[in-house]
């Protein structure tokens, strides 16, 4: 949705997205970078959920997607752009327009789960398998090295302390999704 500009550094943020994408083997005519001006990056900035929907409900559409996975409400690392994201993709599905989709959220671990690492995979595949009604699922990392090295692509941002973060967060060993009803 932006090109990660709250810094001045989108035109850096956009080419290592591709970079990371390559590394993930995902075509870089797949990759799309808005740069929409109501939704620049930064904390505080606001995106309009409508505008969101709109904008998501095109991009579906014209790239024929019928599967989102997307943030959940808390937006993984509560980052306000995340959560907007979230409720664009709500709103959609809840509009007319919206019938087309299956949106899944990725569901923010508590905190004490979000820095035990692997042992989150037992937890995660517990927590998944304990629910009757199969709207949730455990997706377990297999390539960690390729994870760590897209991320690494992310050069402007791969800093000691998000370093640690991809060691050491559950999130890169197994992820849950929700769909979203």
Known sequence: MSTGNADGMGSIRKEELY?????????SNQVKILDHPDLQDGFGKVWNWNSLASI???ETRIHNIDVII?????????HCN???VHQG?????HDATGGH?????LVSPNIVRKYIGPVDIWLSTLFTRGQRNKQTHCLLNL??????AAMAQHSSQWVWFRKLFVAFSSCTY???VRKIE
Not at 19 to 27: D, F, R, Y
Not at 89 to 93: D, E
């Open 19 to 27: 970079l990371a994408s390559a590394i993930l083997k995902i075509p």
């Open 56 to 58: 998501i409900d095109e």
């Open 70 to 78: 997307t943030f959940d409400d808390h937006g993984i690392s509560g």
């Open 82 to 84: 995340h959560k907007d």
């Open 89 to 93: 993709v709500r709103k959609l599905l």
């Open 101 to 105: 989709i299956e949106a899944w959220e």
């Open 143 to 148: 390539d960690l090295h390729k994870s760590y």
């Open 174 to 176: 197994a992820s849950t």
